[in-house]
């Protein structure tokens, strides 16, 4: 896995955007998902990158050679997802129904006074963990990631006065890990997306769905060192108005375990898939 993520620029018009989200505001959901089908069909045609690496992912995760129709509905899948960010960043969370799995575990887990560190991917909506986090259950929520990931997207969601349900601790700053530390000691939530390399930090390749793939030991080295909890989350797309938000234990503080959840997930879910880029170079 490289980093062709990164050199990756968002796409699409600031206006549309804005549009987009004026529209979701005031004109309702059901009109701006019936607005994506040919925005979804227009990036289909027009990045080929993401479509090759679509059909490339839908082809391990669903035992079969996947086609334009399955790679159009991961697009969908995504942009819908996009949309919901912005009814869960402007306070209408109770708009959709969440079912949590597992969730005791993440209790018993913050029960223990050290804080609990999650770790992530981009396989669905991290952001529907505000639904039970600082929305709903009033819980302080941090999320470590680059500045540069979507931040433009980020900032037009945000910028219509509501604030984003989780707190941001960017990644490469020289207290970056401090602050990690400090929102732990303090009984907070931390949530990593650990399914991607962000830089020279050592990795290690393991198989995943058929094929090696380089995994950042960085998440597991960070949570071994701290000492806190950790869970692995997941916040799925399960279509319609319904969500998953699903807790995961780890049987072992190993990057094989977070692999192989990540991979039966991946399966089961395979079009709320957000990596769009060749997942398995070696570069």
Same mark, same amino acid.
């Given at each position: 896995?490289?980093? *062709?993520?990164?050199?990756?620029?968002?796409?699409?018009?600031?206006?549309?955007? =804005?549009?987009?989200?004026?529209?979701?505001?005031? +004109? %309702?959901?059901?009109?701006?998902?019936?607005?994506?089908?040919?925005?979804?069909?227009?990036?289909?045609?027009?990045?080929?990158?993401?479509?090759?690496?679509?059909?490339?992912?839908?082809? =391990?995760?669903?035992?079969? =050679?996947?086609?334009?129709?399955?790679?159009?509905?991961?697009?969908?899948?995504?942009?819908?997802?996009?949309?919901?960010?912005?009814?869960?960043?402007?306070?209408?969370?109770?708009?959709?129904?969440?079912?949590?799995?597992?969730?005791?575990?993440?209790?018993?887990?913050?029960?223990?006074? =050290? %804080?609990?560190?999650?770790?992530?991917?981009?396989?669905?909506?991290?952001e529907m963990l505000g639904v039970i986090?600082?929305?709903?259950?009033?819980?302080v929520i941090n999320v470590v990631m680059?500045?540069?990931?979507?931040?433009?997207?980020?900032?037009?969601?945000? +910028?219509?006065?509501?604030?984003?349900?989780?707190?941001?601790?960017? #990644?490469?700053?020289?207290?970056?890990?401090?602050?990690?530390?400090?929102?732990?000691?303090?009984?907070?939530?931390? %949530?990593?997306?650990?399914?991607?390399?962000?830089?020279?930090?050592?990795? *290690? +390749?393991?198989?995943?769905?058929?094929?090696?793939?380089?995994?950042?030991?960085?998440?597991?080295? #960070?949570?071994?060192?701290?000492?806190?909890?950790?869970?692995?989350?997941?916040?799925?797309?399960?279509? %319609?108005?319904?969500?998953?938000?699903?807790?995961?234990?780890?049987?072992?503080?190993?990057? *094989?375990?977070?692999?192989?959840?990540?991979?039966?997930?991946?399966?089961?879910?395979?079009?709320?898939?957000?990596?769009?880029?060749?997942?398995?170079?070696?570069?």
């Open positions: 896995m490289n980093e *062709q993520w990164r050199s990756q620029r968002e796409r699409g018009s600031r206006s549309l955007v =804005r549009l987009i989200i004026w529209l979701a505001l005031h +004109s %309702g959901r059901a009109l701006c998902r019936v607005l994506l089908v040919p925005i979804c069909i227009y990036f289909l045609l027009t990045a080929p990158l993401a479509r090759r690496s679509s059909l490339a992912f839908l082809s =391990r995760a669903l035992h079969r =050679r996947a086609t334009w129709r399955d790679s159009f509905m991961h697009l969908f899948v995504f942009a819908t997802t996009l949309l919901d960010r912005v009814y869960l960043v402007n306070g209408r969370q109770r708009e959709f129904k969440v079912e949590v799995n597992n969730e005791p575990a993440f209790w018993q887990a913050l029960m223990q006074g =050290r %804080g609990c560190l999650l770790l992530g991917s981009h396989l669905g909506s991290f986090g600082g929305a709903e259950k009033k819980l680059h500045l540069s990931d979507s931040e433009g997207l980020r900032d037009l969601i945000s +910028s219509h006065g509501h604030e984003l349900p989780y707190k941001i601790i960017p #990644l490469g700053h020289p207290d970056s890990m401090l602050r990690v530390k400090e929102c732990l000691a303090r009984g907070e939530v931390v %949530g990593i997306l650990a399914d991607r390399v962000y830089g020279d930090e050592r990795t *290690q +390749s393991l198989p995943f769905l058929g094929c090696p793939a380089r995994f950042s030991l960085s998440p597991l080295r #960070l949570a071994k060192i701290i000492g806190a909890p950790v869970l692995m989350v997941y916040g799925l797309f399960r279509g %319609g108005r319904r969500y998953e938000i699903a807790f995961e234990p780890m049987t072992e503080l190993t990057l *094989q375990c977070y692999v192989e959840t990540l991979e039966r997930k991946a399966r089961r879910f395979p079009y709320n898939w957000f990596n769009f880029y060749d997942y398995w170079s070696v570069e």
